[in-house]
């Protein structure tokens, strides 16, 4: 009698180990499951830089398609690509790259951009060169398919004075266009009242209004990216200093006026929508 009893104090024993280390090990399993993803989720990790760059390479890639793909499939096929439609498509396009993938690399696509909120103070300086560096070979990458896919120039899609304006005119609408832009871009992102889903619509659709008034002169890049593309893939660099010079020096000036109009940058949202956290909560959390 005394034995079996042992024994059953024994087995009690034993089950109730068991149980303890089942339970430690889904506790311990649970935190590795955790852990994951935080990492995924924690795009500020620098081990998550790389998700953050190919999503700009990828953005850029889609705008570039667009906006350069209109001017070349309109020289394959004539008269089927209007003008209008031309310029608003990238519009829409940026638009849904900043719907689907905002929040993970902050949806630049453009070195002004980058550049803009980093003089803002909020992107970190250290990655500003990778973003332009993927944002060039983005833009580069879609054009050589462009080429192959509609047999034409990639310079058809890229953007040059017009023939009766200087390069000094042209630069200047790219200054006042970009200045606008990245208005557009800092305001929307430092918790205004269109902050948010409203912001991309924001972005698109001044693309989109930019283009119907301010393409005839310079054919509205406001985007050394999307002008470098075209041009590298089709081996012409003419004017090419008008699609930098001008968008930069409208992005400094609209980030003076950001200084004057709301103070200094690198606040919550701010940061939040340059570095990948706009649109979602962790903005709220998220440190300057």
Not at 23 to 40: M, Y
Not at 190 to 203: E, I, K, Q, R, W
Not at 259 to 283: D, H, K, N, V, Y
Request: charged residues 15%; contains cysteine; glycine residues 14%.
């Amino acid at each position: 009698m005394a034995e079996n009893q042992r024994k059953v104090r024994t087995g009690r024993v034993r089950a109730h180990e068991d149980r303890a280390h089942d339970h430690n090990l889904a506790s311990e399993l649970g935190a590795v499951e955790q852990n994951i993803l935080l990492r995924i989720q924690d795009f500020d990790d620098p081990r998550q830089e790389w998700r953050r760059l190919f999503s700009e390479l990828y953005g850029t890639f889609l705008l570039v398609i667009v906006a350069a793909g209109g001017g070349m499939m309109n020289q394959a096929f004539p008269g089927v690509i209007s003008r209008s439609a031309a310029v608003v498509a990238p519009g829409l396009m940026v638009m849904g790259i900043i719907l689907f993938m905002g929040k993970i690399s902050g949806a630049h696509l453009n070195p002004a951009v980058s550049i803009a909120f980093a003089l803002r103070g909020d992107f970190p300086w250290r990655r500003v060169p990778g973003y332009i560096v993927v944002q060039l070979i983005g833009a580069t990458l879609a054009c050589v398919l462009l080429q192959a896919l509609i047999g034409v120039s990639a310079t058809y899609g890229s953007n040059y004075p017009a023939a009766d304006y200087s390069a000094g005119a042209a630069f200047g609408m790219e200054a006042l266009l970009t200045l606008v832009l990245v208005s557009v871009i800092l305001g929307t992102a430092s918790g205004a009242p269109n902050v948010g889903l409203l912001g991309a619509f924001a972005v698109g659709a001044y693309i989109a209004v930019a283009g119907l008034w301010g393409s005839p002169i310079s054919g509205t890049s406001m985007n050394p990216a999307r002008t470098f593309g075209p041009d590298l893939a089709g081996g012409n660099f003419s004017d090419y200093w008008v699609y930098v010079a001008g968008p930069l020096a409208g992005a400094v000036v609209a980030v003076g006026i950001a200084f004057i109009l709301r103070g200094p940058g690198g606040g919550q949202s701010g940061s939040g929508a340059a570095q990948g956290a706009l649109f979602t909560e962790a903005a709220k959390d998220q440190k300057p």
